[in-house]
């Protein structure tokens, strides 16, 4: 039997109120449930509002739970920037990897037609958040985008 490729989501959106540190947690704690139950790793940041995540695993899975988020009256504005399917998974040690930054969102992720700068990877005090920033740059988002990153 032919191995499946993984399938990645990536997705930008708004918070419909700001979320407390607590709210955040509780988030969290609810999508590392649904998502060991679904099989999906990932990474999710927070910042001034925004969401961005990367969902990985089975595409059915992955569009279940995408679906599921565009529905969540937490969020508003869901805007799926890309998707992919790759060889193996980013994340696959976590369920669902998180930070938030407490700085607004790096223009790399803010804008993803920005280039991501040192800057951008500055920001993050997490491996996961750079994990993430490495995985935009490998999306094909309509367009050449520079970046820090070198190699794979």
């Known amino acids: 039997?032919?191995?499946q490729p993984v399938h990645q989501l990536l997705y930008r959106s708004a918070a419909a109120q700001p979320f407390s540190d607590s709210d955040l947690e509780e988030l969290v704690v609810q999508a590392r449930r649904n998502n060991l139950k679904n099989k999906i790793t990932g990474m999710l940041i927070y910042s001034s509002d925004t969401f961005v995540q990367m969902l990985e695993g089975d595409i059915d899975s992955v569009l279940k739970v995408f679906e599921s988020i565009e529905?969540?009256?937490?969020h508003h504005a869901v805007t799926r920037v890309g998707e992919q399917d790759?060889?193996?998974r980013e994340f696959a040690d976590w369920a669902m990897g998180w930070e938030?930054?407490?700085e607004n969102i790096p223009d790399g992720l803010a804008d993803m037609?920005?280039?991501?700068?040192?800057?951008?990877?500055?920001?993050?005090?997490?491996?996961?958040?750079?994990?993430?920033?490495?995985?935009v740059n490998k999306f094909d988002l309509g367009g050449?985008?520079?970046?820090?990153?070198?190699?794979?």
């Open 100 to 102: 938030a930054i407490e």
């Open 144 to 152: 050449a985008r520079e970046t820090v990153f070198h190699g794979g």
């Open 113 to 135: 037609s920005k280039p991501i700068t040192v800057a951008d990877v500055q920001k993050f005090n997490t491996l996961g958040g750079y994990q993430l920033l490495r995985s």
């Open 71 to 74: 529905q969540d009256p937490r």
């Open 1 to 3: 039997m032919a191995i």
């Open 86 to 88: 790759v060889a193996e």
